[in-house]
């Protein structure tokens, strides 16, 4: 993993994951080393080999989730997502060549040859995530 920082004033941090490598996984450990609290994703590309993700499976007030898992090769196309208090929440979307896979990111996504995410600190407008009745994490003042 190579980890690049920006410096001063708000920071960009560029992480590179290399093949073999875990998605998340990575991108938790470069916010841990980077100190980072609050931050925004700028952007998130690459390929991997394997993709799990969760989305919901109802319409209720309180979710029902499936964790599907894609193996592949696929195209990262985008992370999306904020880090709050050092947790990300992140969304992803992938393709192969018979389709498009998109939902909330999960641990044990492969790096098949790269993946490459830029992260910008939000300093100065700190974050706050609260539990709703249903079990929501929701952002909160």
């Known amino acids: 993993m190579l980890t690049l920082t920006n410096q001063p004033g708000t920071r960009i941090v560029t992480i590179s994951l290399r093949r073999g490598e ?5 991108i938790e450990k470069a916010i841990k080393e980077a100190g980072i609290r609050d931050a925004v994703v700028l952007s998130c590309i690459g ?13 209720e007030a309180k979710p029902r989730e499936e964790y599907p898992t894609v193996t592949g090769p696929l195209e990262l196309c985008a992370v999306q997502g904020l880090v709050v208090e050092g947790i990300p929440h992140f969304h992803i979307v992938c393709s192969d060549k018979d389709g498009t ?11 098949l040859y790269l993946a490459e995410i830029v992260l ?4 100065g407008t700190p974050l706050h995530r609260v539990t709703d009745d249903n079990g929501l994490r929701q952002l909160a003042q």
């Open 47 to 59: 390929t991997l080999s394997s993709m799990t993700w969760h989305r919901v499976s109802t319409l």
């Open 101 to 111: 896979y998109a939902g909330h990111l999960e641990p044990g996504c492969e790096v």
């Open 22 to 26: 875990m998605l998340l996984e990575g």
């Open 120 to 123: 910008m600190e939000l300093a």
